[in-house]
């Protein structure tokens, strides 16, 4: 189930990466969202963690890489985080602020 995991990881965060950014990650390969993600000014530390979920997904669907749970939390963790670190700010109302 390996396999199962890392394709949801890669499809949620491939999803997110297009609504987000307008990057077609779903039709890219790993190499080509990290050359598109270069545009856009993301926290370093958020797109390395990315480029690892990704690359780790690939090592599992195309090589049959097989990681340890903990490896596999870590890898549902560095999303959860890219998403909760880039997703768009919610601005408070003039109202909420008064």
């Given at each position: 189930?390996?396999?199962?995991?890392?394709?949801?990881?890669?499809?949620i965060?491939?999803?997110?990466?297009?609504?987000?950014?307008?990057?077609?990650?779903?039709?890219?390969?790993?190499?080509?969202?990290?050359?598109?993600?270069?545009?856009?000014?993301?926290?370093?530390k958020?797109?390395?963690?990315?480029?690892?979920?990704?690359?780790?997904?690939?090592?599992?669907?195309?090589?049959?890489?097989?990681?340890?749970?903990?490896?596999?939390?870590?890898?549902?963790?560095?999303i959860?985080?890219?998403?909760?670190?880039t997703?768009?700010?919610?601005?408070?109302?003039?109202?909420?602020?008064?």
């Open positions: 189930r390996h396999k199962e995991y890392y394709s949801a990881l890669s499809e965060v491939r999803t997110y990466l297009d609504g987000r950014f307008g990057v077609g990650a779903m039709e890219m390969s790993t190499d080509e969202i990290v050359e598109a993600i270069k545009e856009i000014d993301l926290p370093q958020s797109v390395m963690d990315l480029v690892s979920v990704l690359r780790d997904a690939d090592l599992v669907k195309f090589a049959k890489a097989i990681f340890e749970a903990s490896e596999n939390e870590s890898a549902y963790s560095k959860y985080y890219f998403v909760e670190e997703k768009p700010v919610e601005e408070l109302e003039e109202e909420e602020v008064k």
